[in-house]
């Protein structure tokens, strides 16, 4: 039998910085922790990285790869209801995977420049894609909303998805997180828009929501 190449130990640093991050928050992960965790030394960890924030950078740059064709709005066909949920569920498969990035956004922000910058073209392409879903809604007769209620719309969609998961940390701190909330906020950032869909996307919206309910 052929065995598997060995993982490098940089991908390693990776992989286990992410869980540790994701489980305790970035805050509360030291680079003493990922070493002591992987079974290595300090030196080793710091031949590879010299800081933490070098491997928060790289994971970020990660994030982005595996968020960047989910914010493209469909382009040679006209986007429907179903667009939304998927655009949703993308977009929060990613928060999952990177979970840390949102969990602890704000003091991610505040001390690095790098992610300030790049999180901020982010957010203002959720916006975009949001806004060109529901502009394509509106032309085939699915939604029926203003220009100003559109933008407003999408920009509350992509506010309620960005600090959901501060949201659900705040309502139950000793709670811990899992897929179950990311289903709820798929349903909250979705039932902003569904007060203007009409007709058959109103009765797909309300289909498909019993889907992201739990009880």
């Not at 993982?7 to 305790?24: G, Y």
């Not at 928050?25 to 030394?41: F, K, R």
Request: glycine share 4%.
């Amino acid at each position: 039998m052929e065995r598997k190449p060995k993982r490098r130990t940089r991908e390693r640093i990776l992989e286990t910085s992410l869980q540790l991050f994701n489980d305790f928050g970035e805050p509360n992960v030291t680079t003493q922790l990922i070493s002591d965790e992987m079974g290595i030394s300090p030196g080793n960890l710091y031949y590879h990285f010299h800081n933490k924030d070098e491997i928060i950078e790289s994971l970020f740059a990660d994030f982005e790869r595996d968020i960047e064709d989910t914010l493209a709005a469909p382009t040679r066909r006209a986007p429907n209801v179903e667009d939304i949920w998927l655009f949703l569920h993308l977009i929060f498969e990613s928060i999952w995977k990177f979970r840390f990035l949102y969990r602890d956004i704000n003091e991610l922000l505040s001390r690095n420049r790098l992610l300030e910058t790049h999180f901020k073209r982010i957010v203002a392409r959720k916006v975009g894609t949001a806004t060109a879903i529901c502009k394509g809604l509106v032309a085939t007769g699915d939604m029926r909303a203003t220009p100003a209620e559109i933008q407003a719309l999408a920009v509350n969609m992509t506010v309620v998805a960005t600090y959901w998961l501060s949201f659900e940390f705040v309502s139950d701190p000793r709670k811990k997180i899992d897929a179950n909330s990311l289903s709820r906020g798929a349903f909250q950032v979705m039932a902003l828009a569904a007060p203007y869909l009409v007709g058959r996307s109103r009765q797909l919206f309300e289909e498909v929501s019993k889907n992201y309910l739990t009880d």
